[in-house]
């Protein structure tokens, strides 16, 4: 099994950064990717960004040149950096792990970027 906890959310003015961090227990976090969704109200929850175990990077177009992904194995923790928010950033972001075939997610933080 495996448990993740996001922090790091806030209210943050727009053009502003702020860094998220998902701290991961249990099995799965060395072996496979980690990745981060986010959801704003009203919408699906949609993929942001992802990290394999080897290191790759892969970024959903509208974040691609203002976020970054990376993982600390030795804390077992994923980072999401975000510079340059908009308002349109505004959601719920998300971690999701797996282990052994299943997907986990975290109870989510809360991203608000004022205009």
């Known amino acids: 099994q495996m448990q993740l906890v996001e922090s790091g959310g806030g209210l943050v003015q727009a053009g502003g950064s702020l860094r998220l961090s998902c701290t991961s227990s249990g099995t799965g976090f060395n072996r496979n990717g980690m990745a981060w969704y986010r959801q704003a109200p009203g919408n699906q929850r949609e993929w942001v960004a992802t990290v394999t175990a080897g290191g790759a990077r892969a970024y959903e177009d509208s974040v691609k040149d203002r976020f970054t992904v990376s993982r600390d194995f030795d804390k077992s923790n994923l980072y999401l950096q975000m510079n340059n928010l908009i308002p349109e950033d505004t959601a719920v972001y998300y971690c999701?792990?797996?282990?052994?075939?299943?997907?986990?997610w975290g109870p989510g933080t809360q991203v608000t970027v004022s205009s």
């Open positions: 999701k792990g797996t282990s052994r075939g299943r997907d986990y």
